[in-house]
């Protein structure tokens, strides 16, 4: 069946540092893909998306491009900020369009 | 605008009792879901719905029910509260259109001693 794996966290990385946040999926057909970021005690936002092969999604600083070739989705910024310390979950929704599957999360901190 | 509304926030609960965590959402969306979130393994769907009066199963459903009458309303109910079933519960929809991203409420976080 469909699948996401990411990198397992915590991740800590300085302020102003470079992240980057590696995901890969196994899925059949075409699906779309997703960076979603959880801050505490929330429930999960939509970061960004990619809908279809060498898509680039981007907000807040943060990118992902949709790699068909490689079945990857890495998320990087180049500058992080203490205000980017969250949970960030990387997810596909199959071509069917009902159910999306979700890696397990990666936690980052970000120290001034 | 609410967006989707989760209720309680926290509960807990002892072994064998029962409840209902309430998601009610106000943008018309057609689907609804509801996920648990546990450390290491990401959030796993237990039900979904497409739609009013139709319902499915979703990777992890046992223990769990889940009706959904209107659109806007749709509630899960835990029969017989085990430990196992200690967790964040998140209720998310969406208008179930290609490539649209779940809506999510802030969560119920559930106890069970």
Known sequence: ?112 | NAGVTQTPKFQVLKTGQSMTLQCAQDMNHEYMSWYRQDPGMGLRLIHYSVGAGITDQGEVPNGYNVSRSTTEDFPLRLLSAAPSQTSVYFCASTPGTANSPLHFGNGTRLTVT
Request: charged residues 20%; neutral net charge.
């Open chain 1, 1 to 112: 069946g469909d699948s996401v794996t990411q990198m397992e966290g915590p991740v800590t990385l300085s302020e102003e540092a470079f992240l980057t946040i590696n995901c890969t999926y196994t899925a059949t057909g075409y699906p779309s893909l997703f960076w979603y970021v959880q801050y505490p005690g929330e429930g999960l936002q939509l970061l960004l998306k990619a809908t279809k092969a060498d898509d680039k999604g981007s907000n807040k600083g943060f990118e992902a491009t949709y790699r068909k070739e490689t079945t990857s989705f890495h998320l990087e910024k180049g500058s992080v900020q203490v205000s980017d310390s969250a949970v960030y979950f990387c997810a596909l929704l199959n071509t069917g369009g009902f159910k999306t599957i979700f890696g397990a999360g990666t936690r980052l901190f970000v120290k001034a």
